[in-house]
């Protein structure tokens, strides 16, 4: 059974940083980019950030860059987000999620196979 699990979210203050994971099990992990996607309520969901299998490469909304890092641990089938100087347009249900090789359309969430639930981040300002 494929699953993907993210944790890490909560509260924080504008600022602060939070650490998302996603761990992913039912799947070979290492043949899969993985991604980070966010929504709030009325509007789609925005890509925030991607990392190809080997975590050679990663890219970055234009919003997020420099302020985020997407990393994987291949041997604990995980990804994580490391949210810095966060604001509270970062608020939002975050999401990971994997699609299998490399799809040069990463920023479109219908290039992926599997979905997390989502997690929830909120920053007070």
């Known amino acids: 059974q494929v699953q993907l699990v993210e944790s890490g979210g909560g509260l924080v203050q504008a600022g602060g940083s939070l650490r998302l994971s996603c761990a992913a099990s039912g799947f070979t992990f290492s043949s899969y980019a993985t991604a980070w996607f966010r929504q709030t309520p009325g509007k789609e969901r925005e890509f925030v950030a991607v990392?190809?299998?080997?975590?050679?490469?990663?890219y970055y909304a234009d919003s997020v860059k420099g302020r985020f890092t997407i990393t994987r641990d291949n041997a604990k089938n995980t990804v994580y987000l490391q949210m810095n100087s966060l604001n509270s347009e970062d608020t939002a249900v975050y999401y990971c999620?994997?699609?299998?090789?490399?799809?040069?359309?990463?920023?479109?969430?219908?290039?992926?196979?599997?979905w997390g639930q989502g997690t929830q981040v909120t920053v007070s300002s």
């Open positions: 999620a994997a699609d299998y090789g490399w799809n040069y359309a990463y920023y479109s969430d219908l290039s992926y196979d599997y």
């Open positions: 990392i190809s299998r080997t975590g050679t490469n990663s």
